[in-house]
């Protein structure tokens, strides 16, 4: 500001400067001058040269000054930010677990929520939201480790492991992600039979279940021959079907 106030009274200090001159006799040819005329140019000469040079510099330092404050207000606003959530730089590909559901089997969260093998997440808290919202829970969850789905799997027997890429504007966890749009890209499945522990899966069945508020649905579980014996054959479907299902890879 001070600067630019400066710049204001150039032109008057310029004036003022050229009537001294004048005064002096810097214009006049006569030889009897106070000063002589060579230096009183030279003088000015040095004065609209070097005072302008001096504005010039005096923005350039002012702007790389301007430039650092709005930085470092810029970097604690998304330090604030980033207190709650980081924004991933890096791929967001994760584990997650999942139910499968449906008479016509659908991947389904741990929360109760359907999606299909490519999907966009909705909020449904909030019909206003494109999820992720970053005070709300919606958008789609993965775990970045692998062991850390592998351990939730054993505490959620009946679900099955998937491997995921979100896609879109994410949130970064110390744990994983939440993402606008999730694509899977396999289903791992159980080793064992889901239901008796001992023998190894061969074919999907799906079962009623009974729920909260005594509503029932249908779970699918994968199991070995013994356990999936007593299935009819609509309840029964072998692993290249569900891959066709869910239009997901089983491996
Ligand atoms: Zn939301
Ligand atoms: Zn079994």
């Known amino acids: 500001m001070r600067l630019i106030r400066l710049i204001r009274i150039y032109p008057v200090v310029v004036i003022c400067l050229l009537a001294l001159v004048y005064l002096l006799g810097g214009f006049s040819n006569q030889s009897d001058q106070l000063v002589p005329k060579s230096a009183l140019i030279t003088l000015l000469y040095i004065f609209a040269s070097v005072v302008p040079l001096l504005f010039i510099i005096g923005f350039i330092y002012i702007g790389a000054a301007g430039n650092k404050v709005a930085k470092q207000s810029s970097n604690s606003k998304s330090f ?13 590909s994760g584990y997650k677990l999942a139910l499968i559901t449906g008479r016509n089997p659908i991947l389904t969260g741990l929360t109760g929520d359907t999606y299909l093998a490519d999907a966009s997440a909705s909020c449904s808290k909030d019909v206003n939201h494109v999820p992720p919202v970053v005070d709300c829970e919606c958008g789609f969850y993965a775990y970045r480790d692998l062991d850390e789905a592998a351990f939730e799997l054993t505490i959620n027997p009946g679900s ?16 994983g992600y939440r993402a606008e749009s999730q694509v899977v890209r396999g289903l791992k499945k159980p080793s064992r039979c889901q239901h008796c522990r001992i023998l190894p899966g061969k074919v999907f069945v799906t079962n009623y279940r009974m729920g909260y508020d005594d509503t029932t649905w249908w779970q699918w579980q994968f199991r070995c021959l013994v356990c999936s014996n007593s299935h009819k054959a609509q309840d029964k479907l072998s692993i290249t079907q569900m891959e066709k299902a869910l239009t997901v890879v089983i491996t």
């Open 80 to 92: 604030n930010y980033q207190s709650v959530f980081d924004l991933p730089n890096e791929q967001m």
């Open 160 to 175: 099955f492991l998937l491997a995921v890429d979100l896609y879109g504007v994410g949130f970064k966890y110390d744990r």
